[in-house]
């Protein structure tokens, strides 16, 4: 193999983190051949509440991938994975437009709402049923916001 490499020999690995976005290209071996990272803001616009706008997780991939690309060439790029955030919810409406910003996995602003869910079904009979207790980051808790406090956005959610 010459040192160019081959035609579809490298994967992208691109990572969505809460500060910012890594793009790693990896060889067969698992060698690092080009990396480049984009960050973007956390809004925090109450105490508690943490966002971010899903337009700039796509702004950010695609300068990383931009700057990978140039390094290594589009056509030794063979697959590409993606990674992100665990429980951030985009509220989306019918054309799979961002409502509001997303609410991000630490967002705390749900303790309302998970209050109404384990009266509503106790914490015990929650976890026998799915495994999972109700959390401030976890998505009922958000839709549950939105319904309450966005209606607007809420409605136009597909």
């Excluded at 997303?102 to 749900?110: K, M, V």
């Amino acid at each position: 193999m010459s040192a160019a490499g081959r035609s579809g020999d490298l994967c992208v690995g691109l990572d969505v983190g809460t500060s910012g976005l890594k793009a790693v290209a990896l060889s067969a071996d698992g060698a690092v051949v080009a990396e480049a990272t984009a960050g973007y803001p956390l809004l925090t616009p109450h105490p508690g509440w943490t966002e971010q706008d899903p337009d700039a997780w796509w702004s950010a991939a695609c300068h990383a991938l931009r700057s990978v690309t140039r390094e290594v060439g589009t056509e030794r790029i063979g697959a590409v994975g993606v990674s992100g955030q665990m429980h951030g919810m985009v509220a989306v409406d019918a054309a799979g437009a961002a409502l509001r910003p997303a609410l991000l996995w630490n967002d705390q602003r749900t303790a309302d709402q998970v209050a109404l869910i384990e009266r509503t079904i106790p914490r015990d009979e929650l976890v026998r049923r799915t495994g999972n207790p109700a959390v401030t980051g976890f998505q009922l808790p958000k839709i549950l916001w939105l319904r309450n406090h966005e209606p607007k956005h809420f409605d136009k959610t597909v």
